[in-house]
């Protein structure tokens, strides 16, 4: 019971640093975020804060306790970004041997363990 806790928290804050950490630049958009969003992968502009926005009100939406139906749909929105995000970098010609899109691999691992966990930590007994 105390495992599948640490391990729910501890693949749970791995993965929202991750998405904080990819979402800081985009929030306001900085030269390195628009040049690899718009100019090699070709998304609009105005989509670059939109993503970082929902990326910080998913990753609230995970971290605070309760809200479960919330909370289901920030995962369902993060596993649509990573997928989205990896089949356009798998689509995307890239310098190196097939792109970077295996990257990809490490997020959604992290999703889904913490994803996993969440849901054994809800199947746990609740204690008084």
Same mark, same amino acid.
């Given at each position: 019971? !105390?495992?599948? !806790?640490?391990? *729910?928290?501890? &693949?749970?804050?791995?993965? %929202? ?7 800081? %630049? %985009? +929030? ?11 100019? +090699?992968?070709? *998304?609009?502009? *105005?989509?670059?804060? &939109? ?38 970098? *798998? ?22 363990? %913490? ?14």
């Amino acid at each position: 019971m !105390k495992t599948t !806790k640490i391990l *729910y928290w501890v &693949f749970t804050v791995l993965f %929202s640093l991750m998405m904080l950490l990819s979402a800081a %630049s %985009s +929030v306001v958009p900085q030269p390195e975020a628009i040049k690899g969003m718009h100019g +090699v992968l070709g *998304y609009p502009i *105005y989509f670059i804060p &939109f993503v970082g926005v929902a990326k910080i009100l998913g990753v609230i939406a995970i971290l605070i306790p309760g809200f479960p139906r919330i909370k289901e749909w920030a995962y369902a929105g993060f596993f649509f970004d990573l997928i989205a995000a990896a089949w356009s970098l *798998y689509n995307v010609p890239m310098p190196g041997p097939g792109g970077a899109w295996y990257f990809m691999a490490i997020p959604l691992a992290l999703w889904a363990c %913490s994803y996993i966990f969440y849901h054994k930590k809800l199947a746990l007994p609740a204690t008084a």
